[in-house]
């Protein structure tokens, strides 16, 4: 069937409305109609050429998103046409090495590292085939995935906010959760407070931290990140300093996401002896980070991770519950909703920095 898409023809050029065909579902495969896609970092990377997954061009961009479903393939039976979800950024093979361990997000099964290299070929452009971001490409009105990356959710959740919930949200809040597994009454620095950064702050106020302190070169992003649950905030010079004026010695939890490697040394820099800093943005492939590492003798330690560390069928729903319950806020978050005809603007006030998250709407 022909649909509509942003189409990354050319790097560092705008992206292009054109129809495409999108092909019937294979086995295990669901086609989903898109109703709200999120605009995100790794996009702007994307048509900048920066993306390790984005090489070959035409490329279709997106996969913060959430839709029905309209048809499934052979052998699904986990959701079924009129099913409201969120598409996740992995759908777990559940028997390779790392999934046997508990470990979703690296999951190395064949279906997964296909759809990191753009998906199976289930859309072409003028007869050529088109790849799409791993495996998604939700900046169209349709999108084929596996089975395994829909995730169910209630019928009266919006999809606007629910699309959050697949990458922005997951990957700030498991940050928290997962990987640095911010304890009760602990202190948190958050380093940038885009559409990441800010639930990261969120995911502080849900694991219990009492000192939340908010940094970014933006005022009105210190604003959001107030209203999210920031009790200090800041425009960073000497970081370290700034904290230890506020927590002595420094913070027990780091998060940078940011991207960029100065920052995230000073970042680490900010925490007190035996503190953990989490690297959630992702710094330029092959851009080293000076770490003072007479600091690495005081058991200070420098993660890294993958949206959040996710387990979808885990963490999905139940930050979809938070937000029915009123304990995430996803509206607040976004700053506009445009139809895709207008992508490229949403896509350059990214590039800004002059909005928390821009939601493409269908």
Excluded: W
């Excluded at 027990?252 to 040394?265: C, I, K, R, Y």
């Amino acid at each position: 069937m022909l649909m509509r898409a942003a189409v990354l023809t050319a790097f560092h050029k705008p992206l292009e409305i054109r129809e495409v065909e999108i092909a019937d579902p294979g086995p295990g495969e669901v086609r989903v109609r898109i109703k709200a896609s999120g605009v995100c970092g790794s996009d702007l990377k994307a048509i900048d050429g920066k993306s390790p997954v984005v090489s070959r061009l035409p490329f279709i961009l997106g996969h913060e998103s959430a839709g029905v479903v309209e048809s499934t393939g052979p052998g699904v039976t986990g959701v079924a046409p009129g099913d409201h979800v969120i598409i996740a950024m992995n759908g777990p093979c559940g028997g390779c090495r790392n999934c046997g361990a508990g470990h979703f997000h690296l999951c190395s099964g064949p279906a997964r590292m296909t759809a990191v290299m753009g998906g199976a070929p289930r859309v072409t452009l003028d007869g050529e085939q088109t790849r799409r971001f791993i495996g998604i490409g939700s900046f169209a009105e349709y999108a084929v995935v596996s089975e395994g990356m829909c995730m169910r959710i209630d019928r009266g959740a919006p999809f606007a906010a629910m699309s959050l919930l697949a990458c922005a949200v997951v990957t700030g809040v498991g940050a928290v959760l997962n990987v640095a597994r911010v304890a009760p009454g602990a202190s948190v620095l958050v380093v940038g407070c885009g559409g990441v950064g800010l639930n990261v702050v969120q995911g502080a106020v849900l694991a219990g931290a009492t000192t939340i302190i908010a940094a970014d070169v933006a005022e009105t992003k210190l604003k959001l990140a107030e209203r999210f649950g920031a009790t200090h905030t800041l425009i960073p010079g000497d970081l370290p300093r700034q904290v230890g004026e506020i927590v002595g010695g420094g913070v027990e939890h780091a998060f940078d996401a940011t991207g960029v490697p100065g920052v995230l040394a000073a970042t680490f820099a900010a925490t007190a002896p035996g503190g953990t800093t989490v690297m959630v943005g992702s710094p330029p492939a092959g851009r080293p980070v000076e770490i003072d590492p007479a600091l690495l003798f005081s058991s200070r330690r420098l993660m890294g991770t993958q949206g959040g560390d996710a387990a979808p069928r885990r963490d999905l729903p139940m930050l979809a519950a938070q937000y029915l319950r009123g304990r995430l806020d996803l509206d607040g978050l976004i700053t506009e909703r445009l139809p895709l005809e207008r992508v490229n603007e949403a896509v350059e006030h990214a590039r800004r920095g002059t909005v928390a998250r821009t939601v493409i709407v269908f």
